[in-house]
């Protein structure tokens, strides 16, 4: 498991970073795997050549109030407020201001691409989850359906409180969908290097999956979309850090 580096945040307060370096990955899933969607292949070597810190969770309220300053999940629907939840109600204009206000202070930050998201939660693994391929370990590593939704709580839990991956990041599978830097589209079959998805489209990538979501969709390789202006109760993000 890596180590976190803290970086200050403008306002106050930091931000704790895993330092991932850079490799080569199998992305997406085959076309055997168990709950797989047709979105996710096909399944092509990626090089991700540059090695990146990445949010050892996602953003937190208190994070955010402390960049931001705003509420914006304040007297809305199916939240609780606590800052080491995550900050949700956030769309992804949202999140590239939050990584502009940061730029302005220090460092180089940005949304994850899909790919590097995707590398940095699969930790070498070609299994459904980061953690293998037992359905019955999913509680152990995530908030999802079977132990949030179904169970009465209707809200995102606090970060960091299930197992991490190998990498020691938490939360990459379920608790609150995490936007990236991507529009959505049709994989490539030929292998690619630091791949940045298409030009255009009309939604943005979402992965992880969310607390609402069931086991098969908290998996390394799903993926999901929003337009850019979408605010919900169970999607929040990670930052990247440059260097």
Known sequence: ?????????????????????????????????????????????????????????????????????????????????????????????????????????????????????????????????????????VGEYAWYRGNVWDAGAHYARPVGTKKPNPRGLYDMHGNVWEWVQDWHGTYPDAAQIDPVGPEKGTIRVLRGSGYSSLARAVRSAFRYGYTETRRFHCIGFRVLREG
């Open 1 to 137: 498991m890596s180590d976190a580096e803290a970086f200050t945040l403008p306002g106050g307060g930091t931000i704790e970073m895993v330092r991932i370096e850079a490799g080569t990955f199998t992305m997406g899933s085959a076309e055997s795997e168990e709950g797989r969607w047709s979105d996710e292949g096909p399944p092509h070597e990626v090089t991700i050549s540059r090695g990146f810190y990445l949010g050892k969770t996602v953003v937190t309220q208190a994070q955010w109030v402390q960049v931001m300053g705003t509420y914006p999940w304040e007297k809305q629907d199916l939240v609780l407020e606590n800052p080491d939840h995550p900050a949700v109600y956030v769309s992804w204009e949202d999140a590239q201001e939050f990584k502009g206000r940061l730029n302005e202070a220090e460092g180089t930050y940005r949304l994850p691409t899909e790919a590097e998201w995707e590398f940095a939660c699969r930790v070498g693994t070609t299994t459904r989850w980061s953690f293998g391929d037992d359905e019955s370990q």
